[in-house]
């Protein structure tokens, strides 16, 4: 708004028509290449569709009969919880809240929310510290409001009021909007900001602020927008000098199906554009509920594998105690469905994947992939190194090794191996290889006297021992010794010991069905 003095002297105001971002030819044919999604999120808003039963029968009992009561008590008062923010949550997380307490108070109206609404409109002055309205620059880091919305509303949420588009009195008495950003306003500040850096020897002259080089994309979410208003932003931030785009989102937990091949296929052509220019997806989660819920079958696979890389022995524990019911996730049928989307479920490097296509050539690619200080002269020394390394009761598939290893191993390999707990000659291999990998010199340790104490002891056990014993050097500020190791030791209850009934199990079923490898 601004005053204009007309030849009569009265004031008329003339509301400013706010500019509008042309991108460049460079950002506008990678905006052009960007598809559209569509997406089906299922939102359930309001309470009343609980309240008159409209809301989908599974989700009818949410609410219980006296939550529902208490919250209809309020409607139309000044404790009304949907004027202080609508309610509002997907389907999927229905599904992951409806057997989670924790995210049923994230997501669930409450009375209590409107208790207490008194306070200050800006209480961390934010609006202090913004320059253009939607952007705020009071660190380094700026924080532009891209979006208005969520797919869901966490009842905690203090941004409510932030793009309802009020005007905030800064300390200084000069007013702020607290609204959504425009690309044109913000591109406008970076632009004016960084050039008074450049020319004032790398220090803004005011803020004594540095370029500013990073901005985090907020809101609302983000990813409600579509994936061409997502490139419309990231793209000008790229071409007028932003090096670091982040964008802030809770949309993996409340929608993950946002994430798709059209959304992946977006940032590689912004990469393949501004290779330069990094681009962070911050997930926001609130509880491990809304990530350790898995529902599908291959969510489960994931996460069971990440266990395997985190805790190998708990990871083998939960295995035992389930085996009937987990072995399907981390084996046949679903082990196969995470090879085909390996690429985008890949957490950190685990051995190695042999196709139906490398048939007849799996001698090739094993000599390819080993070790150089093991490399394959004969398939026979691969499956060593595997019985060596692998976890008492592992099996595994050599179906697509048959035709190439029939003459290695002297004749076929059958469907299934079965791994035993190690022998000392393995125990002594599992102890040499760990320690070598740790950068230890396993000549400068009593191998044999470890080899003794860890009879029964599984291959991630050993390691284990070993690991905890490093930790425990460390914090003494001591050399790893043997006597530490053998300390670790005699405070670990082996697999063999707390599950012996079930590895006797195991054996019993594996005597038949697998051949014994080791």
Request: aromatic share 8%; with cysteine; charged share 30%.
């Amino acid at each position: 708004m601004h005053d204009w003095h007309n030849e009569h002297g009265t004031t008329e105001h003339y509301m400013l028509k706010k500019a509008k971002y042309v991108p460049s030819e460079k950002e506008q044919a990678f905006i052009d290449s960007v598809e559209n999604s569509k997406y089906d999120r299922q939102i359930i808003s309001g309470i009343k569709k609980f309240v008159d039963g409209t809301a989908p029968e599974d989700m009818q009992g949410f609410y219980s009969e006296f939550e529902l009561k208490e919250l209809s008590a309020l409607t139309g008062t000044a404790l009304d919880v949907e004027k202080r923010m609508p309610v509002k949550m997907t389907r999927h997380y229905f599904e992951l809240a409806k057997n989670s307490k924790p995210l049923q108070t994230l997501v669930k109206a409450n009375p209590r929310e409107t208790l207490e609404l008194d306070g200050a409109e800006d209480p961390g002055n934010q609006m202090d510290y913004s320059p253009v309205e939607g952007l705020l620059h009071k660190y380094e880091i700026g924080l532009a409001y891209v979006a208005s919305t969520c797919s869901a509303h966490c009842r905690f949420c203090y941004r409510e009021e932030l793009v309802a588009r009020k005007e905030v009195e800064r300390h200084d008495g000069t007013v702020a909007k607290k609204g959504l950003a425009q690309i044109a306003d913000v591109v406008g500040y970076i632009r004016e900001h960084n050039r008074e850096v450049a020319e004032n020897g790398g220090r803004h002259p005011e803020t004594g602020r540095e370029k500013l080089r990073e901005i985090l994309m907020s809101g609302g979410d983000p990813m409600v927008l579509s994936n061409r208003n997502i490139a419309q932003w990231i793209s000008a931030l790229a071409e007028n000098g932003i090096e670091q785009i982040r964008i802030g989102t809770k949309e993996m937990a409340f929608y993950p199906d946002r994430f798709d091949e059209n959304f992946f296929a977006m940032l590689d052509g912004f990469n393949a554009v501004w290779p330069d220019v990094n681009i962070r997806i911050v997930i926001h989660f609130n509880h491990p509920d809304e990530f350790l819920r898995k529902d599908e079958d291959l969510q489960r696979h994931i996460y069971l594998r990440q266990l395997q890389d985190e805790n190998e022995t708990l990871f083998y524990r939960l295995l035992l105690d389930h085996i009937e019911e987990l072995t399907p996730i981390v084996y046949t049928p679903v082990v196969g469905r995470a090879c085909e989307r390996f690429g985008h479920i890949f957490r950190r490097p685990r051995g190695l994947f042999v196709s139906a296509e490398d048939r007849g050539r799996v001698r090739e690619v094993l000599g390819q992939l080993a070790p150089a200080e093991w490399r394959i002269t004969d398939v026979s020394r691969a499956v060593d190194e595997a019985v060596v390394a692998g976890p008492a009761g592992t099996i595994w598939s050599g179906e697509v090794l048959a035709d190439s290893c029939r003459n290695a191993l002297g004749g076929a390999i059958e469907n299934r191996f079965f791994v035993d707990l190690p022998d000392a000659e393995a125990r002594a291999r599992i102890l040499e290889i760990h320690l070598t990998k740790r950068k230890r010199d396993p000549a400068k340790f009593d191998v044999p006297l470890l080899v003794a104490l860890t009879d029964g002891f599984s291959g991630a056990e050993i390691e284990q021992a070993v690991v905890s014993s490093l930790y425990t050097a460390f914090s003494r500020e001591e050399e790893l010794h043997t006597e530490a190791i053998v300390e670790e030791i005699r405070l670990t209850r082996p697999l063999s010991v707390t599950m012996a009934e079930r590895i006797t199990s195991l054996r019993n079923w594996a005597k038949d069905r697998a051949v014994f490898a080791g």
